[in-house]
């Protein structure tokens, strides 16, 4: 829990989950998957890193205002597609509390606003060939929703380790039970107030 020391070891050089060093190019038939796409920002950093070089990009933020920015900055990019869905280990519906806003959006079984939840298996029939997840604290419930494009075609995660307690052994070894022929990494990007930010590169 030394913050000043764990910064020895933060990555600066590459985007948050976009690790050149570990994933130097895309394919023209990249399907990226952005499970909390914020307002945009990864989308953004996914063109930044790899310029034109994918096929299509799915971006799902569940919270509304943030959606709607979302909306404006992909505008300028070709074949996107924002979802406006939670993504879960079954088709139902959750909650969203809005006056907590910002990038920390969490979904929950009571609320103010009511939420669709969708599997990523079955919102997105085609082979998708990257996952990222940062949907604070639900990467593993998401994962359960997703299981057959890990076990099918081992598309490449990134996926936040850090919003709950056993998330950084416990998504580990989901995903190495989904599909054994996986290598693992795991990456810190730094927080300047307390140990967190840690993404499980599963290769």
């Not at 790899?50 to 205002?65: F, G, H």
């Not at 939670?86 to 959006?105: K, P, Q, V």
């Not at 056993?166 to 107030?193: A, S």
Request: glycine share 6%.
């Amino acid at each position: 829990f030394d913050v000043q020391w764990l910064k020895t070891s933060t990555e600066t050089v590459f985007a948050d989950y976009f690790d050149l060093d570990l994933i130097p190019e895309t394919s023209v038939d990249e399907v990226f998957v952005d499970l909390g796409g914020y307002i945009g920002d990864t989308v953004e950093d996914f063109v930044a890193s790899y310029s034109d070089r994918y096929k299509r990009i799915y971006t799902y933020e569940v919270n509304p205002q943030n959606y709607q920015e979302l909306m404006e900055n992909i505008a300028q990019y070709r074949n996107v597609i924002a979802r406006n869905k939670a993504i879960g280990a079954e088709r139902g519906t959750m909650y969203l509390n809005l006056e907590i806003g910002g990038s920390s959006t969490t979904i929950a079984k009571t609320g103010e606003l009511e939420v669709d939840v969708v599997t990523l298996d079955e919102d997105i029939e085609e082979r998708i060939s990257w996952i990222k997840m940062d949907i604070e604290g639900s990467e593993q419930s998401a994962l359960q929703g997703c299981r057959r494009h890990i076990e099918n075609e081992k598309p490449k995660l990134t996926i936040c380790t850090y919003h709950n307690n056993e998330d950084i052994w416990k998504i580990p070894q989901m995903v190495k039970e989904y599909n054994e022929d996986y290598k693992l990494y795991l990456r810190y990007n730094g927080n300047k107030d307390w140990p967190s930010e840690y993404v499980l590169f599963a290769l």
